[in-house]
């Protein structure tokens, strides 16, 4: 249950009755058009609705047509009437409808109450369409904008979404309150293509998928293995320079380690099948904690240790199902920005607002201001649900009410019922350039570990105390993030974190001798560049810098030689002119240091 903070009240018919409606529409023109078609399901979804027909094949000017009919009906003002009817009068309004027949049946037998729309014109006469269904639908559609959807694509689904059953056509609709809402929503999806971090990924060299190695298991070439490495290097260091200390484990556990944790049990969906090592079971760890825990439980802990933040660019393995799988964004190994921190519960505000003010900090830097936090807690009516005593839930959730709160993020919205079952959480989503929002830090209670790894201190009375542990990742997973920050900045990555900072481009051959003089100065001075000394033209070499997306282009011929200076090209600005080569490097080691 989610209660964002100011809820938009509606106007006009919810959205949700305008795209099944428009739905409902499509449906009778699709019929009109192919009278034979057999009629599947036609829900909303996301951003507009389908609707599955049992017919051969749908052709683009076929979905026009259906579009442009469509959009005729719907400014005829169209009545919807809602009727109850019993599973036989169903089966006799549906006596040619194979699918719905199905689904009268199923409804029939979970003893489900059956209802069907009408689709009336003006006069009251026999209906135009009738479709078995629940609702919600608009009470005429004249309270529709004919002109905010758009039939948008046919693609083949399986009936119920099973091989085994027959392959329908279905027809994607977008649909909107407005033409122009509809309008901005398509220009978002056009800006969103030209930034798929798939595409630009290929065209910028910095990641395949290969079917030989497996799917959901991304391969960075040397400028994605590079950006990968400066973005890890930043997070780490500040993590570091910010009480945290480094550790290390291993990628696999055995059996009896993920027992323990509970993993084998409540995770076990997640976690891909053991294997045997000298007849004892290893798992790919999906999570770093309990081999933190180990570390921990390493020697007897006293409250003077605590708190402990330990940090690890932890490479996690879990199951995805291949369907779900997106380039970076959705893969089935990664690297976490992990770190556990162990704490007493006096020092537990202070540690949560710490990590909040880090995550700022982390994500400021990447050009993520926008944050949107959430708060995840018990369901108070579910206690079962969850594991942890009352006393402590009502302790951690109060610890991360207050730093949220004196840290400024006064309008997080709740989740009740939302928290792991080991203890509640804040998660943190960040507004891309083009407005979509992704989830990527999180800060976790776990009630659940240090118990099953009996992990306590010794507190300043000498008794044996219950260390509290926080689970954090700011960037959350690095391919992810990687996905994320290619889309958000669309490859043009600014030159703090750009694998490749500067192109050395020489106007001719005569130059590569001067060329290699600034590119070593450069490098000298820890700046990433290339050389571009190829055969081909100057102006193609200018050209393939560009679609590079590299923010420097330097060119150097002989009057850039005789005054030891170099060309400058700025992405976005274009031709700068000469500057002295000292000069351009201080500046440019300013604008790195600046992370501008
Ligand atoms: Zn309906
Ligand atoms: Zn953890």
Not at 294 to 308: A, G
Not at 474 to 484: A, I, N
Not at 486 to 497: K, Q, R, S, T
Request: with cysteine; net charge neutral; charged share 30%.
């Amino acid at each position: 249950m989610k209660k964002p903070a100011g809820e938009k009240i509606a106007k006009g018919p919810s959205l949700e009755a305008v795209r099944h409606s428009i739905s409902h529409v499509v449906a009778l023109a699709t019929l009109e058009r192919f009278p034979k078609a057999k009629l599947g399901i036609g829900p909303t979804i996301e951003n507009g609705f389908y609707y599955d027909f049992g017919i051969k094949e749908i052709f683009e000017d076929d979905l026009k047509a259906i579009e442009g009919r469509a959009r005729e009906l719907l400014k005829q003002g169209l009545r919807f009437k809602k009727e109850v009817v019993t599973p036989a009068e169903a089966k006799k309004i549906f006596k040619d409808q194979p699918f719905k027949l199905e689904l009268v049946d199923e409804l029939k037998k979970q003893k489900k109450p059956l209802s069907v729309y009408k689709t009336y014109d003006k006069s009251p006469k026999d209906p135009l369409f009738i479709d078995l269904c629940s609702g919600p639908h608009v009470k005429s559609t004249s309270e529709i904008d004919p002109e905010a959807f758009k039939l948008t694509s046919i693609a083949g689904a399986y009936w119920k979404g099973d091989e085994k059953n027959p392959m329908l056509q279905r027809i994607y609709g977008l649909a909107f309150d407005s033409k122009k809402e509809l309008d901005d929503y398509l220009i978002m999806q056009a800006e969103a293509e030209k930034r798929d971090h798939r595409k630009l990924g290929a065209e910028l060299e910095l990641f395949m998928i290969s079917d030989e190695v497996g799917q959901g298991l991304p391969l960075f070439l040397p400028k994605g293995a590079r950006l990968k490495h400066e973005i890890m290097n930043f997070a780490l260091n500040t993590y570091l320079k910010n009480g945290y200390e480094l550790v290390n484990t291993p990628h696999i556990g055995s059996e009896k380690l993920w027992d323990r944790s509970g993993h084998t049990g409540f995770y076990k969906e997640s976690m891909y099948s053991p294997f045997g090592i000298e007849g004892e079971n290893y798992l790919l760890k999906p999570m770093n904690c309990p081999l933190h825990i180990q570390l921990y439980k390493s020697k007897p802990r006293s409250y003077r240790d605590l708190p402990i933040r330990w940090t690890e660019m932890g490479t996690v393995y879990r199951y995805e199902r291949s369907g779900t799988l997106h380039g970076l964004t959705r893969v089935r190994g990664f690297t976490q920005d992990d770190a556990h921190i162990f704490c007493t519960p006096e020092q537990i505000e202070d540690e949560v607002k710490k990590a909040l003010k880090l995550t700022m900090y982390i994500l400021g830097a990447f050009g993520f201001k926008d944050l949107e936090t959430n708060l995840s807690i018990r369901d108070p009516k579910k206690k079962g649900d969850f594991i942890g005593a009352d006393k402590d839930w009502a302790m951690a959730e109060k610890a991360l009410k207050a730093a949220l709160e004196e840290m400024g993020f006064n309008d997080f919205s709740y989740d009740v019922g939302g928290a792991a079952f080991y203890g509640p959480k804040i998660d943190i989503k960040v507004s891309d350039a083009i407005g979509r929002k992704w989830q990527l830090s999180t800060i976790q209670f776990d009630f659940n570990e240090p118990s099953r790894f009996d992990m306590t201190y010794v507190d300043q009375q000498g008794k044996e105390q219950r260390p509290l542990m926080v689970h954090r990742a700011l960037l959350g997973s690095l391919e992810r993030f990687m996905g994320v920050y290619i889309e958000h900045v669309a490859g043009a990555f600014p030159v703090w974190i750009a694998p490749v900072q500067a192109v050395v481009i020489p106007v001719s051959e005569k130059f590569n001798g001067y060329a290699e003089e600034v590119k070593a100065k450069l490098e000298a001075e820890d700046i990433r560049l290339e050389l571009y000394s190829s055969a081909e033209t100057l102006g193609r070499r200018i050209r393939t810098a560009e679609m590079q997306k590299v923010p420097y282009i330097l060119i150097v011929g002989d009057a850039e030689m005789k005054s030891q200076s170099v060309s400058v090209r700025k992405r976005g600005e274009g031709d700068l002119g000469p500057k002295p080569l000292d000069a351009f490097i201080a500046d440019l080691k300013q604008e790195i240091k600046d992370r501008k």
